[in-house]
């Protein structure tokens, strides 16, 4: 049976609390994730920031603000005032159809991956999207 550990991806993105709402949508922008994983100075898990989170905390685009002002005030916003701290989370050995009916049921788009409250990985719609293709794959292989 496949477990969370066979599909998460690590090592993770992550920040801290006191990172910045401008930290969190560059690091987004520049990997190209939507998910950032908000950790302690030993890597413990304290909460998540989603792209939607940050979408929530800027200012509207009819505001007209350049960029340098808009970056200025994201600077000012440290994350442990936006961030989620009702995450739901999982551990290695969770089992991947548990994950993704926790996923689905919830309509979560990731779970951070946890070992004794430090964050080791996280599961997301896109890492079961890639499963998919693979056994998509597999099964037009054997045709």
């Keep these: 049976m496949l477990k969370v550990n066979d599909l998460m991806t690590s090592p993770v993105f992550s920040l801290k609390e006191r990172d910045s709402l401008h930290n969190a949508r560059e690091l987004m ?24 989170d940050i979408l929530s905390a800027t200012i509207s685009h009819l ?13 000012g916003i440290p ?8 995450i739901t ?18 309509k979560y788009g990731c779970l951070p991956v946890v070992k004794n409250g ?5 599961l997301t719609e896109a890492d079961f999207l ?7 794959d597999s099964l037009e292989d054997e045709d």
Aim: aromatic share 2%; net charge negative.
């Design 29 to 52: 922008n520049l990997q190209r994730i939507r998910h950032i994983p908000i950790v302690t100075v030993d890597n413990g898990f304290t909460g998540l920031i989603t792209h939607r």
């Design 63 to 75: 505001a007209e603000l350049d960029p340098e002002t808009q970056r200025e005030i994201d600077s």
């Design 79 to 86: 994350l442990h005032e936006i961030m989620r701290t009702d």
């Design 89 to 106: 989370t999982i551990g290695l050995d969770t089992s991947l159809k548990e994950a993704a009916q926790i996923l689905l049921n919830h």
């Design 118 to 122: 430090e964050l080791v990985g996280i």
């Design 130 to 136: 890639r499963l998919t293709i693979q056994l998509m």
